[in-house]
């Protein structure tokens, strides 16, 4: 079954304290990882995908980096707009169609 | 804005009772997807239709059924509802349910079972 754990749950960073925040994953046949955020009361919205083993995507001040384990999403000089709940997922094929598995997120929350 | 609409917003019904939550995918989307999302199991895959066709199924309850209709909008029903159901229902939309396409989430629907 493939699985997808996020870390930490939660982190709590003052405003220019860069980070990482972390995601590894079990699946056969990754066909993509992908990186969401999500703010309260509202649907995850995209923000990477990645595809293969040492690919790096970056917008602003957040750059995904993929190796064939885990994921990081490192946040530089975070700004408190950062805060929101960042979500991974990754996408395999089962019996013919492609599945999504979405890790529990990790609620980041930044302070001025 | 995501082009996902999801209706109502809120929701708060009674156990035993059957509740009908709508989607209108982004335009020109054909594939619509299911999510669950409650706090201690995350997002949770229930059904994706492409084109009117059910295409997968992930945890989707008995009680629970979808469909897509000709105008690809597509609709939850969910019955006999029950305490743990209460959660947040979530429809995304995608070109066609390809591999590599990112997937666009609506504002979702908080259901509260009382």
């Known amino acids: 079954e493939d699985q997808v754990t996020q870390s930490p749950e939660a982190l709590r960073l003052q405003e220019g304290e860069s980070s990482s925040l972390n995601c590894s994953y079990t699946v056969s046949g990754l066909r993509g990882l992908f990186w969401y955020r999500q703010d309260p009361g509202k649907g995850p919205e995209f923000l990477f995908t990645?595809?293969?083993a040492g690919e790096e995507k970056e917008k602003e001040r957040l750059k995904a980096t993929l190796t064939k384990k885990e994921s990081f999403l490192h946040i530089t000089a975070p700004k408190p707009e950062d805060s929101a709940t960042y979500l991974c997922a990754v996408q395999a094929v089962k019996s013919g169609y492609s599945t999504l598995t979405f890790g529990k997120g990790t609620m980041l929350l930044v302070s001025p | 804005d995501s082009g996902v609409t999801q209706t109502p917003k809120h929701l708060i019904t009674a156990t035993g009772q059957r509740v009908t939550l709508r989607c209108s995918p982004r335009s020109g989307d054909l594939s619509v997807y299911w999510y669950q999302q409650s706090l201690d199991q995350g997002l949770q895959f229930l059904i994706q239709?492409?084109?009117?066709?059910?295409?997968a199924k992930g945890n989707i309850l008995e009680r629970f059924s979808a469909q897509q209709f000709p105008d690809l909008h597509s609709e939850l029903n969910l019955s006999s509802l029950e305490l743990g159901d209460s959660a947040l229902y979530f429809c995304?939309?995608?070109?066609?349910?390809?591999?590599?396409?990112?997937?666009?989430f609506g504002s979702g629907t908080q259901l509260s079972v009382l």
């Open positions: 239709y492409y084109n009117g066709e059910e295409r």
């Open positions: 995304a939309s995608s070109g066609r349910g390809a591999l590599g396409e990112k997937l666009f």
């Open positions: 990645l595809y293969s």
